[in-house]
């Protein structure tokens, strides 16, 4: 600081180290009023020794202080030499069996994974070493501050709850009364100091006045000295705190930043002193210099005197933290004394001053006073009760203050709430008493009041201020997952009622999230303005563990199970009971079946992607399912009154939406969309949002006709014109539609058999299925290590954490995978276990597109290395729970089968439909799902029972009047043998054999007499259309090698007439060859007329070619398919002159001029392989349409461009980036025009 500015340091009184602890004791000790002459003391002695002057002298004053004014009470509460009164007290006291140790910023912390209560339980290290754990699955931290260690709490530990230091010896006395071990008359004198010290700390802590202290400190002789004060905040940059002082007090830059530092540190620092005026004078400087863009910073002139007394008051709090230490009796007379009302009735006990004032005190006061709380409150297992009541009737206040204030959250009283609400037995006992978790939910809607016109969570148009707000009460939310933490094994009356009550306030914090943040599909131009999205998946993703362990203590109990279901169905039906104006009824028909339901286009209309009242009734379903509460008490329950379309409506469009996303059809909605859409499916998330939505899903399908399901899902994906019509096979071509209509419909067509398989096939959810929670982390790490080996900290990232952190891998991970050891380089890493690949799901509902494409080629590659056949079928399915089996009549019902059915026909009949492999490939494995499924029905059906699951023989019959399509099995059998789909062969194989499998396990039981003629007739059949097709294949294939072995001899024989000298010498031709040769056209030399009238007519020789895409031969005529050759056009400079020379203009060069420099040339070369020109074009275009899927998968890098044109021949896979068209020579074509009277090329 500049010291022309500042007085001189006045020197210490002499006569301080003259004042005897000892004579003072006793002097207060013979007092009437104790209060009266404790406050004499201090007003004389406090301003002498702290607050001398600009810079202070810490040591000095703490030296003094402890002679001077901590000495006496020492003396006083000891009644002796506090040397030897305070080591009587330790020896007299009983060790705790609590450690309690407060760490400090960056001491190392440890948590035991395998018996830690929750994550919060930590120990020190000197504890942990000396406990169990040691030896057990840990985790290692480093503390923020002001947590203690939980050695020695019961309830903190499943077992090994003591180290070796606080183990207790024999007998458990925790509720003996630690004042027995204290002497009464200093049990006495304890209590008076205590009370007296306690309140002048906390009075002067939370006095306001700048200028003048109580009336009990005043001094007589009253000096002019004041300090210019200024307070840390979290608002103003290191930066312009340290320019603003420079401005300011006219200091160095380095005396500004040491200012800076001190303030950031303790919270606040004196930067001037002198008299009032002076001081002042910098006030005004900071405030106007720190107020322009923000609130100013926090600085107030104050008098030595006052601050003299608080720098004492955090000196005195840091001693009784000190002092209780030596005895539990003497913390058990501070928490009396803390706790105990005062004469103004409610939170006018100490404990709740300081709990109130807690955002007017600087940063350095409320440490202190945190940690006095913590060693004497919170470890003191009677008076930690009470405390936690206090702290909870003041919840609201508290949060409120914090939420206003702007200090971290580690510096505010509310912090506390770790220490409390994360104790089973405490939490119990508040939500019962005090119902808490009522008070908590409110606290945090109260704080968000920006809601629209439907009482939504509204984001959009927040301002700075309330986007600060809404960071800071994030932290009730971890509040709210503390209490609920540890879920209780023993129900009362009160605790069932009081949940409920907060089960109610839940249900209306999620009732306006609900819908929240709806967004329309733009159209025509692109979004100008990215809404605000992340504020709600904040929300979202801080409720997740909240919800899943609201989900817990409803299993933990019938009657609250039962209770929570009701409760929630009736907000999910006032949410979305009625239909709106715009959602006007309509009625859809196919296959016969006709259901009601509403005009709803998810392009079109507002949706949205935040649903968590029917993902909480999802949840609360399958608890139903998996406790067999939907069992045992069905009359409890309203299921008569669930309405299964109005439970699947808005999960359903939800999924629609992400269909459209991927289909390409929202692009215009920028990039909020897509992040969205990425966190909905992220393993963060997903279990309360893209996992439920499946289940209600589910839920609501185990209900209904699974035919009307299947109409209102062709609704919603806006596919119910494509598949209604009767002439559905008769799509309407992609040559005659846009070309990005037709690929989105593909999109959706493909999105939407997903969802049927998803539903269908995710069974490993506990309650859905007949599965445990370790069959669901089993499959999770199965599909994760089915795409690559992993490293262990890679697969954790994949898996979704509890609310403890714990994924459970380490449970299961040795039985699926193999631990490969990390070489001198590089990582371990797991690998799946070979027998383990069977399980493996191609459309496992978890993999993002670029994980499964990647999984389904590491599955091939690894069945082609062991040389099997690269099926993936769909893998045994476990069985569903009664509650969901209907589930499984979705694959057999009618609608289905006719979806089978026309993309089925529509690959049959590839070339004038518009369809995609991907379609294709779905369906297959629809078809593959329930031959399994009728496998199991037929392993495991009972002797009385009939099997009603009949897919088989409902895919051997055709298709009804007035298509008459033929029967899938047989549109199977035609695939099998289209070249076109050759990937797809071996599933096609795959699903016959299992065909003919199932249809011989119905041949030996006698389930089904009727379906067993059925069976044979149709196989009989389906084995006669096979030995035709086989015996049709084999006669085209010893005609074509015929026609090879012709065209060989005619080449033989060219070659030998144009080298006739060369076999002169020969023996003579074979005789075959004679033959052919004998029976040539010959014309002689003499009679050749190359021009003119008389020209020779030279004998037609007929041309055949065959596609190599589609196998069709065809002759070369003008009135053929067009045919072409794949071909490369490059530029070429091998006969330049010229080289050097450099095209000015290109798109003006003319290539078919040529410089007589030949600077640069054309070059077309190619293979030779010939196509038709349609197949070469559907060709080509799927190769473009693969590359754009591919685009938004992982873009693997190519040898050849699409975009600029280039493919692989189909045969040769040589570069190519043309076709040429293969013509007939000149005369034959001018004679063939001239015969069909027509002009110009035909390709």
């Not at 931290?141 to 499943?158: I, L, P, R, V």
């Not at 914090?509 to 504020?535: F, N, S, Y």
């Not at 009972?942 to 019959?957: A, D, G, L, P």
Request: one cysteine or more; glycine letters at 4%.
């Amino acid at each position: 600081m500049a010291s022309e500015l500042e007085p001189e340091v006045p020197a210490f009184d002499q006569s301080l180290p003259e004042c005897s602890a000892e004579k003072t004791a006793g002097k207060w000790l013979q007092a009437t009023d104790l209060t009266r002459e404790v406050y004499q003391h201090l007003a004389h002695y406090v301003p002498k020794i702290y607050c001398r002057g600009p810079n202070p002298v810490p040591q000095k004053e703490d030296t003094l202080a402890q002679h001077v004014l901590l000495g006496p009470m020492e003396w006083y509460l000891c009644g002796e030499d506090p040397t030897f009164g305070f080591s009587k007290l330790e020896q007299a006291n009983k060790p705790s069996h609590l450690c309690g140790r407060v760490f400090k910023v960056g001491e190392p912390t440890y948590s035991c994974r395998d018996c830690a209560v929750d994550p919060t339980c930590v120990l020190c290290m000197e504890c942990f070493l000396g406990s169990i754990h040691r030896d057990h699955r840990y985790r290692m931290t480093t503390s923020g501050g002001g947590g203690f260690c939980d050695c020695g709490d019961t309830e903190a530990w499943k077992e090994g709850p003591y180290c070796e230091k606080h183990e207790l010896n024999t007998s458990e006395i925790e509720e003996e009364d630690p004042l027995v071990h204290l002497p009464e008359d200093v049990i006495g004198r304890t209590y008076n100091i205590f009370a007296i010290m306690f309140h002048y700390a906390v009075e002067i802590l939370t006095w306001e006045k700048e200028s003048e202290l109580p009336a009990d400190l005043e001094m007589v002789e009253k000096s002019d000295t004041y300090y210019c004060m200024l307070f840390n905040d979290e608002v103003h940059t290191y930066e312009q705190v340290i320019y603003t002082l420079q401005k300011a007090v006219n200091c160095t830059q380095k005396e500004a930043i040491g200012f800076a530092t001190t303030v950031d540190r303790d919270g606040r620092r004196s930067v001037r002193y002198g008299d009032f005026q002076y001081c002042e004078q910098a006030k005004s400087v900071i405030v106007r210099n720190t107020s322009r863009q923000t609130k100013p910073l926090k600085v107030q002139v104050m008098h030595s005197s006052i601050v003299a007394h608080q720098n004492f008051g955090l000196k005195l709090l840091s001693w009784l933290g000190s002092i209780i230490g030596y005895s539990d009796g003497l913390r058990r007379i501070l928490c009396q004394v803390g706790l105990q009302e005062g004469p103004d009735g409610e939170n006018s006990s100490l404990v709740d001053r300081l709990m109130l004032n807690d955002s007017k005190l600087w940063k350095g006061a409320r440490s202190v006073y945190h940690q006095l709380f913590m060693s004497s409150l919170l470890m003191d297992l009677k008076y930690k009760k009470l405390f936690a009541i206090r702290f909870a009737k003041n919840y609201e206040r508290l949060q409120s203050d914090y939420v206003t204030d702007d200090h971290d959250r580690e510096f505010s009283v509310a912090d506390l709430s770790v220490q409390i609400f994360t104790v089973p037995s405490l939490a119990r006992m508040l939500i019962t008493e005090e119902n808490l978790l009522t008070i908590i939910i409110k606290t945090f809607m109260d704080h968000l009041r920006h809601r629209d016109a439907q009482g939504r969570f509204q984001f959009e148009r927040y301002t700075a201020l309330q986007a600060f707000k809404f960071r800071r009460v994030q932290s009730l939310i971890l509040d709210l997952k503390y209490m609920l933490i540890s879920k209780p094994t023993e129900w009362s009356d009160d605790l069932r009622q009081k949940f409920l009550e907060g089960f109610d306030a839940f249900l209306e914090l999620l009732k306006c999230m609900q819908g929240m943040d709806p967004i329309t599909r733009q159209v025509g131009q692109h979004i100008e303005m990215e809404p605000e999205w992340e504020a709600a998946f904040t929300l979202q993703m801080k409720l997740t563990h909240v919800i899943s362990m609201m989900q817990d203590w409803c299993a933990s109990d019938e009657k609250v199970l039962i209770e929570a279901y009701k409760k929630c169905l009736a907000v999910l039906m006032r949410c979305h009971g009625g239909f709106t104006d715009d959602e006007q009824p309509i009625t859809l028909s196919i296959c016969g079946h006709s259901v009601e339901t509403i005009r709803y286009c998810v392009s079109q209309e507002k949706v949205s992607i935040h649903l968590p009242v029917s993902r909480l009734l999802a949840g609360l379903h399958v608890l139903l399912s998996k406790s067999e509460v939907a069992y045992k008490f069905p009359e409890l329950l309203p299921l008569s009154e669930l309405s299964p379309p109005v439970l699947i409506e808005h999960p359903l469009r939800c999924l629609v939406l992400c269909a459209q996303v991927h289909a390409g059809m929202w692009r215009r909605n920028g990039f909020s969309l897509v992040n969205q859409i990425y966190y909905y499916h992220n393993v963060k998330c997903r279990r309360e949002m893209f996992d439920k939505d499946i289940i209600m899903l589910q839920t609501g399908v185990s209900m209904m006709d699974p035919n009307h399901f299947l109409m209102i899902m062709l609704s919603r994906f806006e596919l119910d014109q494509i598949f209604s019509s009767p002439d559905c096979g008769k799509r309407v071509n992609s040559e005659l539609t846009h070309k990005d209509v037709v690929q989105q419909n593909n999109t959706l067509i493909e999105e939407m058999l997903y969802l049927i398989i998803m539903l269908v096939g995710e069974r490993y959810s506990p309650g859905v299925g007949q599965v445990s929670a370790t069959d669901e982390i089993k499959r999770e790490i199965i599909h994760q290590l089915s795409i690559k080996p992993m490293a262990h900290s890679e697969l954790v990232k994949s898996l979704p954490e509890d609310e403890n952190k714990e994924t459970g891998m380490e449970t299961v991970i040795e039985a699926v995978a193999h631990f490969k050891k990390p070489g001198l380089t590089g990582r371990g890493m797991y690998e799946l276990k070979p027998e383990c690949a069977k399980e493996f799901n191609l459309y496992f509902y978890h993999f993002s597109r670029a994980e499964q494409s990647k999984a389904e080629e590491a599955q091939r590659k690894l069945k082609r290395q062991n040389k099997e056949d690269t099926a993936l079928p769909p893998p045994v399915p476990p069985p569903f729970c009664p509650l969901f089996a209907s589930l499984v009549n979705i694959l057999q019902s009618e609608v289905m089968l006719y979806i089978m059915r026309t993309i089925l026909q529509w690959a049959v009949e590839h070339n004038g439909h518009a369809w995609s492999e991907s379609m294709l490939q779905r369906v297959l494995h629809l078809i593959g799902m329930a031959l399994q499924e009728e496998k199991q029905h037929l392993e495991n059906v009972m002797e009385e029972h009939v099997v009603t699951f009949t897919f088989t023989q409902k895919i051997s019959k055709p298709g009804e009047a007035p298509n008459n399509s033929p029967s899938i099995l047989a549109m199977l059998e035609t695939l099998q043998n289209a070249p076109y789909l050759e990937v797809h062969k071996d599933m096609i194989r795959w699903i016959l054999k299992t065909f003919n499998a199932i249809k011989k396990m119905r041949e030996s039981s006698s389930t089904s007499p009727v379906a067993e003629t059925e069976g044979t007739v149709m196989e009989e059949s389906s084995r006669d259309k096979d030995k035709a097709e086989r015996k049709r294949k084999a006669e085209i294939a010893r005609l074509r090698r015929e026609k090879i072995m012709a065209q060989m001899s005619e080449m033989q024989r060219h070659f030998i007439d144009e080298n006739k000298e060369l076999f002169q010498q020969t023996l003579g031709l074979d005789a075959s060859n004679a033959a052919v040769l004998d029976h040539s056209p010959m014309v002689s030399d003499t009679t050749l007329t190359a021009l003119g009238p008389a020209q020779t007519q030279v004998p037609k020789q007929r041309q055949f070619v065959t596609c190599i895409l589609c196998q069709e031969e065809q002759e070369v005529k003008v009135e053929s398919k067009a045919m072409v050759l794949a071909a490369f056009v490059q530029r070429s400079t091998v006969l330049s002159k010229n080289r050097s020379k450099v095209i000015q203009d290109p798109e003006t060069y003319d290539p078919l001029f040529m410089h007589p420099d030949l600077s640069c040339g054309t070059h077309t070369g190619s293979c030779g392989h010939i196509m038709h020109a349609h197949c070469w074009q559907r060709y080509f275009d799927s190769v473009q349409a693969k590359e754009q899927r591919r685009q938004q998968r992982l873009r693997l890098h190519t040898s050849y461009d699409v975009e600029n044109g280039e493919f692989l021949c189909p045969l040769c896979e040589c570069l190519s980036n043309t076709v040429i068209p293969l013509l007939l020579p000149p005369r034959s074509a001018c004679s063939s025009y001239g015969s069909i009277g027509t002009v110009g090329p035909r390709c």
